[in-house]
């Protein structure tokens, strides 16, 4: 019988022992981070002709990691008790709202307007959560509650002529509250400031959330997931960490609705509270894996620069490029309904299959020639 090698790479038993240290998704996180950040770097660089400048954008690259720090603090709420929620654009609103609010009418600078606004938010999940939760509402019927919720504001921020009506607001220029464009006045002349800015709250909201998930408060939110009744009867306070849950994803996702408000010189209630936005602040953890910290962000990076391709390959057949994009969305939710972060596994299974089916055959084939 002869050595034949297996298919196994040469540097995966390598691999799984460095893999089982404690340091390791410290590591990956780094890693993971450095090569978003040196994307912006990589836009203009040209392979064959074609770059990635031809297909993405900086504000493309800013909005792909906006949705990623607001599904990672959606996943507080959802990934970790399993709440569905789907009226975040609420707090998204809050955010954005709040903050040119305080900065239009009172001169507030916009990183108290967004500590105010992101406290208020807070305010807001709370009560939600404890009308809510305190009803013992589940299932469809929280969904339903929190897109209500939703809707709520949409409404008043349509209606009230104090935030602008539909009209919306416009940003003030850094020169009306500030000594000019900077970091104190939150505006800068390019995009590239607000992209590492955006990336540092990224990574603030990551830590948070992977923090919370590797404490007793993370054990006690996924024995909720799991099964609620049994972790009551456990003596674990249900009530007290789903409120948790649901003012630190508030806080969260306000956060990023003032970067917004921010980074786009006008904002309208169609364009905060509309329909989609609570999908596409949902869609990266879902398709990239609920509950897990790697998920929302690989999900974002899937879906935002994804969606950008289809549009461009297929916007000038009216509508063709949503077809495109929703059916290739129905093939990663039934192909992995765990989630993209699950696929390395799913083919290392696939691979080991085929490396023993291999081999069992070429061990067969020996035999027989002996």
Sequence with gaps: MSNRNSLEIPFQSWYRRFAGQWYMPMVKAIVGFSLIAVLPLLLDLSILGVSL?????????????????MSQAWNIMTGFTGYFSFGHATFFGIGVYIN?????????????????????AALIGISIGYITFRFDLQGHYFALTTLAFALLFWALARNMTEFGGSQGLFRPFAQ???????????QWNGQLPYFYLILVFLVIVTVVAWAIKNSAI??????????????????IPVFRYKIFAIGTSAFL?????TFWSMFYIT??????FQMDRNLEILLPAVIGGLGTIAGPIVGAIVVFPFSEIIRQTFGNIAGFDRIIYGLAIIFIVLYSPRGIVYWPKRFQTVWTWLSRTLNTGSALE???DQ
């Design 176 to 186: 009306e509250y500030a000594s000019g464009s900077g970091l104190l006045a939150f």
């Design 218 to 235: 993370g054990v006690y939110l996924f024995a909720i997931k799991e099964d609620e009744k049994a972790a009551q009867s456990l003596g």
């Design 366 to 368: 020996e035999s027989d």
């Design 253 to 257: 996702t306000a956060i990023v609705g």
């Design 100 to 120: 040119l609010k305080l900065l239009i009418d009172y001169g507030i600078n916009p990183w108290i307007g967004m500590l105010v606004a992101a406290t208020f």
């Design 267 to 272: 904002v309208t209630p169609q364009s905060i």
């Design 53 to 69: 400048a031809d297909f993405f954008s900086i504000e493309i690259l800013i909005v792909t990691l906006m949705f990623a720090t």
